[in-house]
């Protein structure tokens, strides 16, 4: 379980008051007590803006020894200015999670639908100008054409991972291209409004995936999973359910 981080895709959600966080907890003690149960969150603000500097001292402040925040790259970035003309905003990016230092963990591009194949070379063009050596980048493509495209084989050339999700238009695959496997679970945003509790039993789902996870931990890779709360309605219980999981299987 020590090459596992496992956690939700945010803690700021006030559905959580009273089935995860105490009900009196103020909002700003919430990241304290996340981190209590779980050792990585992907924090979803991020795709909306860079934060700041402040912000991010901060929480690195509060996590303990050995907790990472994985983080999106904002969406100016790869879904505005689709990688254009973008070089100020991406190093400004990174240099205020940098701040986060030894609980820093993955940076998460998250690509469009409309972010087709045709861009493969711009998006090789970028990625191969990222500072690769004080970061570790995760590519995410939404749109199934590229899985039978040349990116698989050119981002396992570089070493660098392609996000596997759990979302109904994707299909699931195992391969893996970087040194760490990074995984979302989605689920269908229509289907899922309120994020209080399960409304949905996706036990299968999470078999299935557990068994991958162990194949890949036993193969020495490192796995970063996040829980949205449209996976089934409530990230905290199918982060636990999937954590328990795994126990019993390793």
């Not at 304290?32 to 803006?49: H, I, K, M, P, W």
């Not at 901060?58 to 505005?80: C, M, N, S």
């Not at 469009?112 to 995410?140: I, K, M, N, Q, W």
Request: with cysteine.
């Amino acid at each position: 379980m020590n090459a596992l981080r496992l956690g939700t895709s945010g803690w700021s959600y006030k559905d959580w008051r009273g089935n995860f966080y105490p009900e009196r907890a103020a909002s700003t003690r919430w990241l304290e007590l996340y981190c209590r149960e779980f050792n990585s969150v992907e924090v979803d603000s991020t795709f909306y803006g860079t934060p700041p500097l402040s912000r991010v001292q901060r929480w690195a402040e509060i996590a303990p020894p050995g907790f990472e925040f994985a983080l999106k790259v904002p969406q100016e970035i790869t879904h505005t200015k689709s990688l254009r003309n973008c070089e100020s905003e991406i190093t400004g990016f990174l240099k205020t999670v940098a701040a986060l230092g030894d609980h820093l963990g993955p940076v998460l591009f998250q690509f469009p639908y409309g972010f087709t194949p045709e861009r493969l070379g711009d998006l090789l063009a970028f990625l191969d100008h990222l500072p690769r050596s004080e970061f570790r980048f995760v590519v995410e493509i939404r749109n199934r054409r590229w899985l039978k495209s040349g990116l698989p084989a050119e981002l396992a050339a570089r070493r660098l991972p392609l996000c596997w999700v759990d979302h109904p238009w994707m299909p699931r695959d195992t391969q893996v291209t970087g040194e760490l496997v990074y995984l979302r679970f989605l689920g269908d945003h229509e289907k899922i409004t309120e994020y209080s509790k399960r409304q949905e039993d996706r036990t299968p789902d999470l078999q299935w995936w557990a068994e991958q996870t162990v194949d890949w931990i036993r193969r020495d890779f490192p796995v970063f999973g996040y829980f949205n709360n449209h996976f089934s309605g409530h990230a905290p219980t199918d982060a636990r359910a999937f954590a328990e999981l795994l126990k019993g299987m390793l």
